[in-house]
């Protein structure tokens, strides 16, 4: 499939190469004969074609006017003329070698011009005055009939127009992603074969030992390589190998590399390919192509095919106003196929989605995809072992501790932490350094978690002074919170897009759960930006609209999803997607009356507002605090988690007498 030979074989140019002679090491160490493309040696060739029509038509001698045509008449000196369709030619010699077609090409005119006299050419008008013109001077005069060209007429009629058409039909399907298939270029007849990427027996070179943080995820699917190696151990008990495993988890997680694991693993062909692959703007194409992979994988077998965001396909159908689209047409081939191939012919179907609530549920049921394995985030051991892996090749510094950038990056998948490595690498590169150090872990987990440090966007004192007091807030009230993360590093610097600062916390360890207790307590650490602005200064500015969201958010959910209010104590006032407006239609519909949608509203109001009147006492009795630790703040930027814990440790030092 990838290999040198069908690369050559799929190349739609590959007739104009220079294959290497048998036995020789083929073009590696000598120079490569360039590619021609067809349309070039189409052009050429019209090009050529052109000019030598051209000089065929050409005349040596120049154009007289009618007016001295007909004088050089009048006066004897042409005694024959021969009207042509767009051209009088005059002879002053009576013989001429004329041409038996009729027609007078320039070679037959530069002839007759040497052996029978002078011609004269002009371009006139065939009137009944210019025949008694002649008449009268007894001039033999003879009419050629009309000729056309037959090379000239080929090829602007015939040729000209395909090659402009399939010039115009390659250019389509490339843009359409449909060039390279089945050595068509994109052509119609390939319109409907997989496009998939299929990797050949023993090329795929991920292991288990490549994947790190999912160890669950990865016992389920060692059945799978263990079923693909050694099959009879299986079908000799009579057990089934599970014909579909579906992947499930967020984005990053590494579901795709799982997938390229377990061909790894197994050592059999991996066939990969994206549910959005399938769908094109031509009816049945889907559907297909769905035939055509499944068809190529039989012929592989064992082999594993991988479907990436399978929502793509295999949306829900239960919503869908059109029950004959595209979409739905290569779903129900895909189902069809899984029930088509049997379970002992070694012939795996993995697929990945981040989305499993869309999945239609025929998708779902055994017999299809008869296992479902979460790929979820890691944990922090996971994320310690995801750090290894990838700083592998990277050279770090012995300070370097992963476990605390393991601990730092709470809620990151594989790809994030992928990306850290690789930022901290650039940084140390940037500052000039061999090895990457803890300093540039560190920048490198705040840039992914805040954004792009902005140290040269300029902002006011007085600006930069409310900035100081939100964030000091934020930190105060973090402090002073039962059950709040611990405050990490302190920030005034501007980041991202339009973070000004920012409070950066870390959970001393990963939490599923949350109590109501710790819910307010988040609320509070929210609020405690704008409290600390009104508490200093007795106004408040724009920059807690981000804070104002997220608590809104929270106390929103603990009000309808978590069963959380005084009113409907343990009752879910949920929302789901509507099935009236067509599918895809963004609408929500309540599950709940008016009444009740208002009592949400006026809840979330009451609750917001008592939670920032008491985050606003708590940072008024520690004024002073507030005071100390903004100061510092601004005139550091940059305040530790250690040196924070210190102050908010002495604060009976600190306090005003």
């Known amino acids: 499939m990838s290999d040198s030979g069908n690369d050559n074989k799929n190349d739609p140019y590959n007739f104009f190469k220079f294959s290497p002679e048998p036995g020789s090491s083929g073009p590696k160490n000598g120079p490569k004969m360039p590619k021609i493309p067809v ?127 399939f010039l115009m039909w390659r250019f389509v399907m490339k843009r359409m992603g449909g060039g390279g298939m089945g050595g068509l270029g994109g052509s119609i007849f390939s319109a409907g074969q997989a496009r998939s990427a299929a990797v050949e027996e023993g090329k795929v070179t991920a292991r288990f030992s490549d994947v790190a943080g999912v160890d669950e995820a990865k016992e389920e699917l060692v059945e799978v390589v263990d079923f693909l190696k050694f099959p009879k151990k299986y079908t000799d008990i009579g057990g089934k190998i599970p014909r579909g495993v579906l992947l499930v988890g967020p984005p990053g997680t590494g579901k795709t590399l799982l997938a390229r694991a377990v061909a790894g693993e197994a050592g059999v062909p991996f066939f990969r390919i994206s549910g959005s692959d399938f769908v094109e703007m ?51 081939q895909l189902l ?32 299809r995809f008869d296992r479902q394995v979460v790929v979820d985030r890691p ?39 992928a990306n850290i490595i690789n930022e901290a690498a650039l940084l140390a590169v940037r500052a000039g350094r061999k090895e990457v150090y ?33 964030e000091t807030g934020h930190a105060l009230t973090a402090a002073f919170t039962e059950g709040a993360d611990k405050v990490h590093k302190v920030s ?12 950066m916390q870390i959970p001393e360890e990963d939490r599923y759960l949350k109590t109501e207790k710790e819910l307010m307590g988040e609320i509070d650490g929210l609020l405690g930006g704008r409290a600390a602005e009104e508490v200093a200064f007795g106004i408040v500015s724009t920059g807690a609209s981000n804070d104002l969201s997220r608590a809104t958010d929270i106390v929103r959910s603990m009000i309808t999803d978590y069963g959380m209010s005084e009113r409907f104590r343990n009752v879910a006032l949920s929302q789901h997607g ?7 239609d963004p609408k929500l519909v309540r599950d709940y009356s008016e009444t009740t949608q208002q009592y949400i509203d006026e809840e979330i109001a009451r609750v917001i507002n008592e939670r920032y009147e008491a985050v606003k006492s708590r940072i008024g009795e520690k004024r002073g605090l507030l005071d100390y630790i903004a100061n510092r703040l601004l005139e550091k930027e940059i305040i530790e988690g250690k040196e924070f814990a210190e102050i908010v440790s002495a604060e009976a030092s600190l306090a005003p007498s």
């Open 39 to 165: 349309w070039a040696i189409l052009l050429a060739v019209f090009a050529v074609l052109l000019i030598v029509n051209y000089l065929m038509l050409s005349r040596s001698d120049s154009l007289v006017p009618f007016s001295e045509f007909k004088r050089r008449i009048s006066s004897g000196e042409i005694v024959r003329v021969e009207l042509g369709t767009n051209y009088f030619v005059g002879y002053t010699s009576a013989t001429s070698l004329g041409n038996s077609t009729g027609q007078t090409s320039a070679i037959n005119l530069f002839q007759n011009s040497q052996s029978s006299g002078k011609a004269y050419r002009t371009v006139g008008l065939l009137t009944e005055d210019f025949v008694k013109l002649l008449d009268s001077a007894q001039v033999t005069y003879s009419v050629n009939p009309e000729q056309k060209n037959f090379i000239l007429d080929f090829i602007l009629q015939w040729i000209l127009p395909f090659a402009i058409f």
């Open 282 to 332: 031509f009816v049945g194409v889907g559907a297909s192509r769905v035939r055509d992979l499944f068809k190529q994988a039989r012929e592989k077998a064992p082999c594993i095919i991988f479907i990436d965001e399978l929502d793509a396909i295999g949306k829900s159908r239960l919503n869908s106003m059109n029950s004959n689209d595209e979409r739905e047409q290569t779903l129900n």
């Open 336 to 367: 069809v196929e899984m029930d088509g191939f049997d379970g002992s012919s070694g012939l795996i179907l993995l697929a990945a989605t981040n989305r499993p609530d869309v999945l239609d549920p025929a998708l779902l049921r055994p017999g």
């Open 379 to 417: 944990d922090v051991k996971g994320r310690e072992q995801i750090l290894k892996i990838h700083s592998k090749n990277v050279k770090l510094s012995r300070e370097v501790d992963l476990a605390v950038i393991a601990r730092s990056t709470s809620g990151s998948s594989g790809a994030d932490l």
């Open 438 to 470: 803890m300093v540039d872990l560190n920048e490198a987990v705040e840039k992914a978690i805040a954004g792009l440090q902005k140290k040269s966007r300029v902002i006011k004192e007085d600006e930069r002074k409310i900035v100081a007091y939100h």
């Open 492 to 503: 005034i610097i501007p980041r991202g897009i339009a973070a000004l600062g920012y409070t």
């Open 578 to 584: 509507a099935g009236y407006g067509g599918a895809g």
